[in-house]
């Protein structure tokens, strides 16, 4: 799916940001949107970076909370995202996680999932309670890695989410990402006795995320992308997670879109299906893309782009309706 339009020109023109050649602060102001960005105490002695992204010139009708995906952040690609909720009339928020970005901690470490979710429920908490959005709709949005905490965040507290869309979510790491398993038990051991090292063989994530050649390049030249080999720690941590999540997946109970590109070989495609089939949730939704790799809604080509935006679209209309709708007849009652 998806011509190649890279391929009819001679040469790549490789724009200065990934929304264009506008600069960041003309473009915001051209969308009609206000982003603001401050540091934030984790209460475990980390500064954390975050930013929000609200529509000005239509009616916030949701509130998105937001996790990037291991080795990204918020900023180049990301914020593109989350530019697209505001389109949808949805306010959004996100925090660089700990060891990316402009957070604090050694880059590409993440030592403690648990640590890490932690301090996006209390960010995500200190906004959904606040009195301009305490009453708005709220829905999880989450990448990869960041799809494995917005299931995590969900089994920390069932009540405080609408519902989530998880994309090509990390609740297993594909097969052909993993050393073979002489390595991977070597490397399992020596994680022990030293978990920041980044000697973790494995390609570069863009490449193997990544199908539009421009976009890829936009994707690498992200001056906050943690670039380097994966840190032992952080590879132990990333495999207890999934394996933790994979036998949990019948416990998720929240309303749901996932979807998933079945070219994806950084996270298993087989695992979201496995996902929509054996949770516990009434109300799930699933889409396959064929052809598509893992990087969907920023590395696809546009016409699947639009694909998957118009499906996201969708589902997210129908379950502010639906809120909305109960909120009224509670309110009537």
């Avoid at 954390?48 to 080795?71: C, D, I």
């Avoid at 708005?136 to 890695?145: A, Q, V």
């Avoid at 799809?147 to 979510?169: K, N, T």
Wanted: charge should be neutral; aromatic fraction near 10%; glycine fraction near 8%.
């Amino acid at each position: 799916m998806g011509a190649d339009s890279s391929a009819q020109v001679p040469g790549l023109h490789v724009p200065p940001f990934p929304w264009g050649d506008t600069p960041e602060e003309e473009h915001y102001a051209r969308k009609g949107v206000r982003n603001e960005r401050k540091y934030i105490d984790s209460g475990r002695g980390l500064q954390l970076y975050t930013q929000s992204w609200v529509p000005l010139k239509k009616p916030v009708r949701a509130v998105m909370f937001m996790v990037h995906g291991y080795g990204n952040d918020t900023s180049w690609t990301f914020q593109n995202t989350a530019m697209l909720f505001t389109d949808m009339g949805c306010a959004s928020f996100a925090l660089d996680l700990e060891g990316h970005g402009r957070s604090d901690g050694l880059k590409g470490y993440i030592p403690d999932i648990n640590a890490v979710t932690h301090d996006c429920y209390s960010h995500f908490m200190s906004i959904k309670l606040t009195e301009g959005f305490a009453h708005l709709p709220c829905f999880l949005y989450g990448e990869s890695m960041g799809g494995a905490i917005c299931l995590l965040l969900h089994f920390m507290d069932r009540d405080a989410w609408d519902g989530a869309i998880l994309v090509a979510p990390m609740c297993k790491i594909s097969d052909k990402m993993r050393p073979p398993w002489p390595v991977a038990k070597f490397l399992q051991v020596l994680a022990k006795w030293a978990p920041t090292w980044p000697i973790v063989p494995t390609k570069d994530f863009v490449d193997k995320s990544i199908k539009d050649p421009i976009k890829r390049e936009l994707g690498r030249n992200n001056p906050q992308r943690y670039a380097g080999k994966p840190r032992l720690g952080t590879t132990a941590t990333l495999l207890k997670t999934t394996a933790f999540l994979e036998e949990h997946l019948q416990d998720v109970d929240m309303p749901f879109l996932v979807i998933h590109g079945d070219a994806d070989v950084v996270t298993d495609p087989s695992v979201s299906r496995a996902l929509f089939e054996n949770s516990r949730s009434s109300d799930k939704t699933i889409r396959i893309y064929e052809g598509m790799m893992h990087s969907l809604l920023q590395g696809e080509y546009d016409d699947n782009v639009s694909i998957i935006l118009a499906d996201i679209c969708s589902w997210l209309d129908a379950h502010i309706k639906k809120k909305v709708t109960c909120g009224c007849i509670k309110q009537a009652l």
